[in-house]
């Protein structure tokens, strides 16, 4: 166990650091599960926890790249380790304890034999190109979940598709904990901002503009219905260069699109050797008020 000499987050490597750690915790606590490489997106969710617990709360945020997740060929070893910079963003916002455990601490005797079936919505968009990426991803929070035991966690609605099947695991496994969804930070221009960003060139990267363009055309078309929008969206990707690996319009909860009301819009692509996702919010069939 590390205590930050600058008065950062206390930072725990093993269970054990961590059961004593939360021992005293008489107040609510929550959770921001991390694989670190943190940016401005992750300090949005560290604050949307610290508003939900208050000042007395008990704020925790875990640092681990989760090897389960990734899939053959996938991008585990390129993924960025940022820690001493993570330590310092978790300071500046506040976090309490930072929960840093190896992949030993997280799977004593490697892959656990019982894990998380995540069930037909796993099926879809990401899980279509990332077989038993969201198994991966459900074990890992359920584990988080045993380990710290938090009132509340936070998850960004950028993987809109994670933050669903995580609120539904907690739900059809009674896991009783409060999933909270925070709103996608994106750069000035739009771009949504993600750990894999650093890997685009300048003129990728300009190309990448394209993913956000075409939510907000689609988002701007809603009013005309889901043919329209996906058309939109679909326009912009063109004219940009950009093929989606899928560009998917669903109900919020990744249901069939309804034909008015509530939906959210989809898109992944590859830009150079980058994947990336965005997602947006889209009225179907009713005008957008003025903003
Ligand atoms: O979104 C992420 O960073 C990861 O998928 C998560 C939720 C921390 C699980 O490893």
Redesign the pocket.
């Known amino acids: 166990m590390t205590a930050s000499p600058s008065g950062g987050p206390l930072v725990v490597r093993t269970r054990a650091e961590l059961a004593e750690a939360l021992l005293a915790a008489s107040s609510a606590v929550a959770l921001v599960?991390?694989?670190g490489a943190l940016h401005e997106g992750h300090a949005s969710l560290l604050d949307h926890a610290r508003g939900v617990v208050g000042p007395e709360g008990r704020l925790v945020a875990?640092i681990?790249?989760?090897p389960m997740?990734f899939g053959a060929g996938e991008d585990l070893d390129r993924y960025p380790r940022t820690l001493d910079s993570d330590l310092e963003r978790c300071a500046a916002h506040g976090v309490d304890v930072a929960f840093v455990p190896t992949v030993d601490e997280v799977y004593p005797g490697g892959e656990p034999e019982v894990s998380v079936e995540p069930g037909p919505r796993a099926l879809l968009l990401e899980g279509a190109s990332r077989p038993g990426h969201f198994r991966?991803?459900l074990t890992?929070?359920a584990k988080?979940f045993g380990l710290v035991r938090p009132d509340v966690a936070v998850?960004?609605e950028?993987?809109y598709q994670?933050l669903v099947l995580?609120r539904r695991m907690t739900r059809d496994l009674c896991l009783g904990i409060e999933v909270q969804g925070a709103p996608t930070v994106r750069d000035p221009d739009g771009l949504a901002l993600s750990?894999r960003n650093r890997f685009l060139s300048a003129p990728e990267r300009a190309r990448a503009l394209a993913l956000s363009g075409a939510l907000a055309a689609g988002r701007d078309a809603g009013a005309h219905g889901g043919a329209a929008t996906l058309d939109a969206a679909r326009a912009v990707l063109a004219a940009g260069g950009v093929e989606p690996d899928y560009l998917a319009l669903t109900g919020p909860d990744l249901e069939e699109a309804p034909s008015a009301g509530d939906a959210r819009l989809l898109v992944a692509a590859r830009v150079g050797a980058t994947r990336l996702i965005d997602n947006t919010a889209v009225r179907l069939g009713t005008p957008r008020a003025p903003d």
Request: hydrophobic share 45%; net charge neutral; charged share 10%.
């Open positions: 599960p991390t694989m875990s681990f790249v989760n997740q991966g991803v890992v929070v988080l998850f960004g950028k993987d994670q995580i750990s």
